[in-house]
């Protein structure tokens, strides 16, 4: 058996815990993973990795074995990369995964000019509101939008998110205007649940924060469903501008309390932490942050 065919392998079981999601993701079955993993151990004479029905647990020699070839595994894949630049070729496979809303309308609208661009480039797009984990996933970058949690990814920022709150001017004739923020709490308020603040909302006005939990009856967990409630005139929102640029343009939907500020967050692009960026990955993150910017992204 050739161990150094094998290294890619290891490394993609420890890093995903699993020998089945190790197994979808290089395409193969979990019990060609499984043998292939009990031959690298027989040829290394050594056990690896401590199997049980719920998880694995590397051994300490497999802990040791890992700390190296994992490294090996980084730079043959930077190798691979850099040969790549050099013949002018940006090529390969990229997974990405973005916010729902956010990325069918203003990421998809980019995409086919990004290939015409880079044709070499195969390029998997998933659309997902939820938190999903970088590196159990394979993908190769996440967009993000508002404060990142600690944690060893890279974050690039590709554009500011400013919030507002907002309502249909049909809601504000039946309900009143608000002029305060305790004025908010008796307002039918809709919520995002998947909203990175927690359950308060902040704002700034002259100097001053002050936060306030939102009351409403209706919560969910996609932005374009919220967007579609306030124009049905059902409540009051902060949203997101990219989400409401036209309906503000077109007066369907009108600022509240606008002289509340929500806070600045930004829209980023997290990758796995790496010594050198693949070519394939970072033409891609410059092309959004350029497009952004000329579409005149301030959002």
Not at 34 to 47: D, H, M, P
Not at 104 to 109: D, F, K, V
């Amino acid at each position: 058996m050739d161990i150094y065919a094998n290294i890619p392998l290891f490394v993609s079981v420890v890093e995903l815990g699993s020998f089945s999601e190790a197994a979808r993701r290089l395409g193969i079955n979990k019990s060609a993973v499984s043998k292939r993993i009990s031959a690298l151990e027989q040829a290394l004479g050594v056990k690896l990795i401590q199997r049980t029905t719920r998880r694995l647990h590397l051994t300490d020699a497999g802990r040791q074995y890992y700390e190296y070839v994992h490294q090996a595994a980084t730079l043959m894949q930077q190798a691979q990369d850099a040969l790549a630049s050099q013949q002018g070729a940006v090529q390969g496979s990229l997974k990405v995964s973005l916010p729902n809303v956010f990325g069918q309308r203003h990421i998809a609208p980019l995409l086919s000019e990004f290939t015409r661009q880079y044709p070499a480039i195969n390029l998997k797009v998933s659309l997902d509101d939820r938190v999903v984990d970088l590196l159990k996933e394979g993908l190769d970058m996440v967009v993000r939008i508002g404060d990142l949690p600690d944690s060893s990814l890279v974050a690039v920022k590709l554009a500011p998110c400013h919030s507002l709150l907002c309502a249909s001017p049909d809601y504000l004739a039946r309900q009143g205007d608000p002029r305060s923020l305790a004025e908010l709490r008796g307002h039918n308020c809709l919520f995002y649940s998947y909203f990175r603040g927690g359950l308060e909302w902040s704002f700034e006005r002259r100097g001053e924060v002050s936060r306030i939990k939102p009351r409403g009856n209706i919560k969910v967990n996609n932005s374009e469903v919220i967007r579609r409630l306030l124009l049905d005139g059902m409540g009051i929102a902060l949203m997101p501008r990219y989400l409401v640029e036209e309906e503000l343009a077109a007066g369907t939907l009108v600022p509240v309390l606008s002289d509340y500020q929500a806070p600045t967050h930004g829209i980023y692009a997290l990758t796995p932490e790496r010594q050198h960026m693949p070519a394939r990955l970072r033409v891609f993150i410059d092309f959004l942050k350029q497009a952004l910017a000329e579409r005149g992204a301030n959002w």
